[in-house]
Every structure is written in structure tokens, then in C-alpha cells.
């Protein structure tokens, strides 16, 4: 019973494009010297040896043409070398998730909060609004279960606008944060690229990062937690699974624990799903100890009110959820923009001034577009220098998102009705560009102006008022090409990448 994986490398070109003596002038450290850069035979060899690594190390995508299918997968797409972070803002990153994680988890439990700062959003989007009302309902029921287990990644980019590197936060997500599975392998990729690039000093620099396995840690803390071994845990997938192979590590380490995971879509919950009398969980037969949702944040994903119906199943049940409907909430933009106003933060943490300063100093400036003075005062301040913004709509997923032009068109059609309440307005974050090779199938190997977006993960299971585990653990490094103003993998945009600290 031997599966034939044939692996579809596509074509690589090489094309140096560009002045190659422009790129190197660009003057933040790269991994390897300019003659390495532009060595097109050397970086030829050396593509050829990374994607042989990355599939040797399991980085792997399904394709498009068979997502549902193991039989032909190629790599997940990747830097051809590590880009350069500086330590201090690296270490800034980590130091803050565990607040992070506190903080997501305090505002999940403040319905006050959350109903306040949510009222405009969910008064004009509907995904939003349907979200709530998932919420408001299990409120008015009563939570059936006190024990709250949450994954999500804290992504950020370097302002580099000035001169500093000033750490910024984009965003942060609490629901299916992705990439943990396969940047867990990718650290030795990276190694080995370098070395063979003649670069072992270098090397050595690059970090062991292992989300997956602190992933796979909360999520057996949970499960323990709920008491019952022959419970399982169930990943809620999409039904085109591309990025399998990055859940199959968290599924491993879990197996490795001896629990038992599956994998069940909408359908499968509005079909076989049902809750006892104690409102324990049985999907296929299964009792579910966690649902991990790894789908189900955007509106297409629910294309029926079966959809939505199981959806609710879930949340009202016992099992654990990894979000709860409230921590779903706690990631969304406008709850972003909220806290960065004055006196919020203060709030969560009210004997915690160094906390508060420490979350405060990785937030970029987030802006209100709700109706009244300081809605109209965004809404000039937009339209006077498009440039220096992002418009964001309550969506996730990447791709979502508006720049320069397009600002002035979408609010020129909003800035006068309550439609512009869907949206939050962003200080775009403008890192330096570093050069590097972006590899992806079937795409040409060319030098390429890189921005890289920084993730953290973090990991936490409380049980009733007792945090039993509050950790970061781990790293993602995306990087894209500067063309593109919007990144994200699964969008076919960003790639893989590890940092290299300087
Ligand atoms: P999503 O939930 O869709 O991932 P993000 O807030 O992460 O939403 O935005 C998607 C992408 O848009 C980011 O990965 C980043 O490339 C870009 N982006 C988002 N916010 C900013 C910003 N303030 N400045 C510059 N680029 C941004
Ligand atoms: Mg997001
Ligand atoms: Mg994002």
C-alpha cells in the first residue's frame, strides 16, 4: 500500500533582472555577500539544492489542480536564503506574545468590551454581525465549558521609515493561525542552503524554531484537561486542503502523545453531529475533547445556514475550542483599533503599567472611521495622503485590503454613509526593502526587493480563572516581493523564510 508521491518541481529561469550593483547598495545586511547574490550559476545550484531540501524536510503544498490529493505535491514556496532581522526587535517580538496572549484572553471574556468596541462593525458587516450573535447566544446560555485554549500568531513588520527599526504589529490572529507545521522544519533548510553556499559561519546563526510541537502542547493540555482518552481532537478543515501537510506535523506531535486527532469538515458536523445531554460533542461517531479550527473566518467558507448551524453546534458544546467564538471576536481589526486608543489598554491591565507600555510600543497608529468628528478627521487625513495608509475591511486571509489609489476610491463611494464603519484605517508600516530570491513553482529565479513580515505564536489553556499555560512558542518569517502591497502564503503572494539575526 505505497503511495507514489511524484513531485512537481515546474521550471525554474533564471533571470537576473534589475541592476544586480543597485541591489547591493540597498545597505541592510543580507545572508550572504553580493558576489553570492549575483552569482546567477552558484544561485542556479543553489535553488536546485533548496527545493531538493525543502521537499527532503517535508515543506510541502498540495497542488492547485488536486488539493484534495497526496498523489503529486510540490514544495510550499520559500526564500532562497534566511533575510535579516534585527535581534532587539526579534527579542521584542517574543518577550511581548505571552501579554499578548493574556490580553486576547481578557478582552474575550469582557462582553462589555467586546459589544462596545464591535457595535459599528457589526452594524454594517454582516459576516461580523452573524459572528456576534453566535456570541450574544452562547452568552445568554452559559458557557459549557471553562476551559479555554488558545493558538494564535502576533504578525508585525519593521517601520523603517526613518532610519529606526520600530517594531509594528499588523495585526493579530486568533483564529487558524497557520505556518506553525512547516516553518518547524524550515530552520535546517536554511542551514544547509548556506553551507553549501560556502556561508557556515552564517549558518549557525539560524534559530531552531518548533511551533508545531508548543502548537500541539496547548492543544494536549486541553485535551487532558477535558478527561477522557478515548476523546479526539478534531481539526474543522476546508474542503480544498492545499496546506495539509501543515496540520499533519501538529497532528504528529500529537499522535505522538497518543491523541487521537481527525479531520471533519462543515458538513461532516451538520450531518453526523449531535450533542448528548451533558452537551458532550459526538462528530462520526467521535467524541470531540477539542475542535481546531482551522477553517471557517471567512464568509464564503458558510454557504448554507447548515454551515452556520454547525458552527453554533460547536460552540454550544462541551468541547473545547480552539477559538471559542469570543476569542474569535477578541482577533478581529476593529478590536485592534479600539485598543490602541487611549486609556484602553490601561483597562486590561490596570496594575500593570509596564505591560500596558510594553504592548503600547509595537502598536502602529490605527484609526476609527465610525461616524461623528474623529470618523470625518480619518477620513481627510486618508484621502489627503493615500500613501501613508492601509485601508482595512473586517476580513482575513490576506488580499483584503486597500492602498494609495485605491483608498480615495473605496472612500470617496463610503466616507458620507455608515458603509465606511466597515472599515479601519492603518499607518502603513514601510520596512527596507532586502534583496533575496523568492522560490515558487513554475516562477522565474530572479533577484528580488523583499519586505518580511515577522509572526509569533503564541499558546495558552486557561481553566476557569487559572492560566494553566501561557507561552510563545515559536516564529514565523514571511517574506514578499515589494510589489506587493498585500502578503499572505495561502494567497499565493508571500513565502516561507527564517530570520537571521543581526
Ligand atoms: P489578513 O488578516 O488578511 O492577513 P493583515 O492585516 O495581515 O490582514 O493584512 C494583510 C497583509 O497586508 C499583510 O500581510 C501585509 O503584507 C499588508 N499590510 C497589512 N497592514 C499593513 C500596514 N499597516 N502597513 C503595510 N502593510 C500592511
Ligand atoms: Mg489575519
Ligand atoms: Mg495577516
Redesign the pocket.
Known amino acids: 500500500n505505497t503511495h507514489v508521491v511524484l513531485v512537481d518541481l515546474g521550471m525554474g529561469h533564471l533571470t537576473l533582472t534589475g541592476e544586480p550593483e543597485a541591489a547591493v547598495k540597498v545597505g541592510m545586511a543580507q545572508a550572504v555577500p553580493d558576489d553570492v547574490m549575483i552569482n546567477a550559476d552558484l544561485i542556479k545550484d543553489l535553488a536546485d539544492v533548496a527545493k531538493d531540501q525543502v521537499l527532503l524536510q517535508g515543506v510541502l503544498m498540495r497542488v492547485q489542480e488536486s488539493p484534495n490529493s497526496s498523489e503529486v505535491v510540490t514544495y510550499a514556496p520559500f526564500t532562497l536564503f534566511p533575510s535579516p532581522v534585527p535581534k532587539a526587535v526579534f527579542l521584542q517580538a517574543l518577550a511581548v506574545q505571552t501579554h499578548y496572549n493574556t490580553l486576547v484572553d481578557k478582552i474575550s471574556q469582557d462582553q462589555d468590551f467586546l459589544k462596545e468596541a464591535l457595535a459599528s462593525t457589526i452594524a454594517v458587516d454582516d459576516f461580523a454581525a452573524r459572528l456576534f450573535r453566535i456570541h450574544e447566544q452562547i452568552l445568554k446560555e452559559g458557557r459549557s465549558q471553562s476551559i479555554v485554549l488558545g493558538l494564535n500568531r502576533s504578525?508585525y513588520?519593521l517601520d523603517q521609515k526613518d532610519g529606526a527599526s520600530s517594531l509594528?504589529q499588523?495585526?493579530i490572529?486568533t483564529f487558524a493561525a497557520s505556518f506553525g507545521g512547516l516553518s518547524s522544519r524550515l530552520p535546517d533548510v536554511h542551514r544547509h542552503i548556506l553551507k553549501v553556499a560556502g556561508q557556515l559561519k552564517q549558518s549557525q546563526n539560524i534559530l531552531d524554531n518548533n511551533p508545531a510541537a508548543g502548537l500541539a502542547k496547548g492543544i494536549a493540555k486541553a485535551w487532558e484537561l477535558y478527561g477522557s482518552d478515548k476523546a479526539v481532537v478534531m481539526f474543522l478543515v476546508e474542503e480544498k486542503q492545499r496546506n495539509i501537510f501543515d496540520h499533519r506535523f501538529i497532528e504528529n506531535e500529537l499522535w505522538m502523545r497518543n491523541i487521537p486527532t481527525v479531520r471533519k469538515q462543515f458538513d461532516d458536523v451538520y450531518n453526523t453531529g449531535f450533542l448528548d445531554q451533558d452537551k458532550r460533542l459526538f462528530v462520526d461517531g467521535h467524541e470531540v475533547a477539542v475542535v481546531y479550527f482551522r477553517n471557517g473566518y471567512m464568509p464564503q467558507t458558510y454557504t448554507s445556514e447548515q454551515t452556520w448551524d454547525a458552527r453554533l453546534l460547536m460552540e454550544r458544546s462541551r468541547a473545547v475550542k480552539c477559538p471559542d467564538i469570543s476569542t474569535h471576536l477578541a482577533g478581529t481589526?476593529k478590536v485592534q483599533q479600539v485598543l490602541a486608543r487611549p486609556g484602553v489598554l490601561e483597562k486590561f491591565f490596570p496594575d500593570q503599567p509596564e505591560v500596558v507600555e510594553q504592548i503600547r510600543a509595537t502598536f502602529?497608529g490605527l484609526y476609527t472611521l465610525d461616524m461623528g468628528p474623529e470618523g470625518d478627521q480619518t477620513v481627510a487625513m486618508a484621502l489627503a495622503a493615500p500613501d501613508q495608509f492601509?485601508l482595512?475591511p473586517e476580513?482575513?486571509?490576506?488580499?483584503?485590503?486597500f492602498?494609495g489609489s485605491e483608498i480615495c476610491q473605496v472612500l470617496e463611494g463610503v466616507k458620507d454613509s455608515t458603509e465606511r464603519m466597515a472599515y479601519i484605517l492603518?499607518?502603513?508600516?514601510?520596512p527596507k526593502p532586502v534583496k533575496n530570491y523568492l522560490l515558487k513553482r513554475d516562477a522565474p529565479l530572479q533577484i528580488t526587493n523583499c519586505?518580511s513580515?515577522l509572526g509569533t505564536f503564541g499558546a495558552y489553556v486557561r481553566q476557569g480563572k487559572n492560566m494553566v499555560m501561557n507561552e510563545c512558542v515559536g516564529h514565523l518569517l514571511?517574506t514578499?516581493s515589494s510589489e506587493?502591497?498585500?502578503?499572505?502564503v495561502a494567497a499565493g503572494?508571500?513565502v516561507l523564510d527564517n530570520p537571521l539575526l543581526i
Open positions: 504578525d513588520m509594528r499588523m495585526e490572529n481589526k502602529a492601509v482595512k476580513r482575513e486571509g490576506g488580499g483584503n485590503n492602498y492603518m499607518d502603513k508600516i514601510e519586505l513580515e514571511r514578499k506587493h502591497s498585500d502578503g499572505g503572494v508571500a
